[in-house]
Structures are given as C-alpha cells and as structure tokens.
Antibody, heavy 117, light 107 residues
Framework: VYLVESGGGLVQPGGSLRLSCAAS????????MTWVRQAPGKGLECVAK????????HYVDSVKGRFSISRDNAKNLVYLQLNTLRAGDTAMYFC???????????WGQGTLVTVSS | DIQMTQSPSSLSASVGDRVTITCRAS??????LHWYQQKPGRAPNLLND???NLQTGVPSRFSACGSGTDFSLTISGLRPDDFGTYYC?????????FGLGTILEIK
C-alpha cells in the first residue's frame, strides 16, 4: 500500500505545474484524498482535499482560486493543479489519504516544488 | 481555525530516558488528536488515530493520552531511532491543523 507523487520541479513565479499521485495496493475510491505541503524547515499544512467521489473539494485560504484538486478513481490517480505560483508555494508536496477519524494515514514520499526566478 | 500549540519546540534526551511532548488545542477537539513522527527527508508517519489508539507496528514505548484541549505523547525508554520531529494534528474540525512540531534529538 503506497502513494507515489510526481510532477514537481522548478518553476518561475506566475507559472503552473500539475502534480500527480498514483496509488498502489489499494483503491482510492473509498478514501478522501489530500495534498499536504511542507515548506523548507517548516511545518505541515493541508492545502487541498477531495471527497471520495470528487463531489466536494476544500482548499486552504492561501491557495483558493490558484490550486485545483481532482481525482480519477478509475485510474487510481489524484492531481493537484498549481497556477499563479508564488515563492511562498515552494515546498515539498505530499499526497495523503484522510481517514474517517481525520488522520492522514497513508503518505507518499513527496514531490518538491520550487518557485524561483 | 483551531490552533495547535506544541511544547517544547525542541528537546535533547538520552537513550533510556522518558520524554513527554504536549499539545494544546485552541478549542476542544474531543479525542480526535493524532501524532506523527517525521524523519529528515521522509514523509510523516502516523503514530496513533484517536488520542490513545496506537497504530499497528508502533512500539509500545509510545503512549498518547488526553482529551478536549490538552494532550501528550510520551516515549518511555528512548531509543536512538526515536529521533525526529513530532507533530500533533487535530482531526475534529476542518481545516485539520497541525502543531509546529517538536524536534527530538538523541544525545
């Protein structure tokens, strides 16, 4: 049972990236899925989450209108579209499942997003 | 949003010591309080879901307790592999917020 993120990289301010999260060993269709980021040397912040069927999505205020989470249950994939990127978005982005008790129980290894000119 | 305050922010202890990390929520989170251990360069690892319920595979030297707003994580008989950063997180009310972390260094 694991998650693998990809799609990170170096991007200029104002640019865009699309992160992907591939699940293996379990079916994501029964899990709320999230993206949690960690700026260098800093703590953890859940920036986006999506309900099992994709019908509800929630974002932290700092990314509303710029980031978009989506999922493809048939392909066992979750995505995070990052637009209008800022230096403050520089972070490791982790994909994680969110259990019924509100705990982030399965994590990927993360993909690094660096926003710099 | 519920604010989570951890203390201490860092501590140094010796192998065999007993250490306690505390976490306070700005409002009640019932017992929806989770702890994570993170090693450098790795993803966080969930230690418990609900206050006192350790995940399978977490050593019994770890224990967590509390309810409402005040919680603690205790490691009894510290081992070298216990170094890292420990985070608390509330799963009671979205957004599900984390504490700023406690860095545990083994002397």
């Amino acid at each position: 049972v694991y998650l693998v993120e990809s799609g990170g990289g170096l991007v200029q301010p104002g640019g865009s990236l699309r992160l992907s999260c591939a699940a293996s060993g379990f079916n994501i269709s029964t899990s709320r899925m999230t993206w949690v980021r960690q700026a260098p040397g800093k703590g953890l912040e859940c920036v986006a989450k999506v309900k099992e069927d994709g019908s509800e999505k929630h974002y932290v205020d700092s990314v509303k209108g710029r980031f978009s989470i989506s999922r493809d249950n048939a392909k066992n994939l979750v995505y995070l579209q990052l637009n209008t990127l800022r230096a403050g978005d520089t972070a490791m982005y982790f994909c994680a499942t969110l259990g019924d008790l509100g705990a982030f129980d399965i994590w990927g290894q993360g993909t690094l997003v660096t926003v710099s000119s | 949003d519920i604010q989570m305050t951890q203390s201490p922010s860092s501590l140094s202890a010796s192998v065999g010591d007993r250490v306690t990390i505390t976490c306070r929520a700005s409002q009640s989170v019932n017992d929806f309080l989770h702890w994570y251990q993170q090693k450098p360069g790795r993803a966080p690892n969930l230690l418990n879901d609900l206050t006192c319920n350790l995940q399978t595979g977490v050593p019994s030297r770890f224990s967590a307790c509390g309810s409402g707003t005040d919680f603690s994580l205790t490691i009894s008989g510290l081992r070298p592999d216990d170094f890292g950063t420990y985070y608390c997180q509330q799963g009671f009310s979205p957004p599900y917020t984390f504490g700023l972390g406690t860095i545990l260094e083994i002397k």
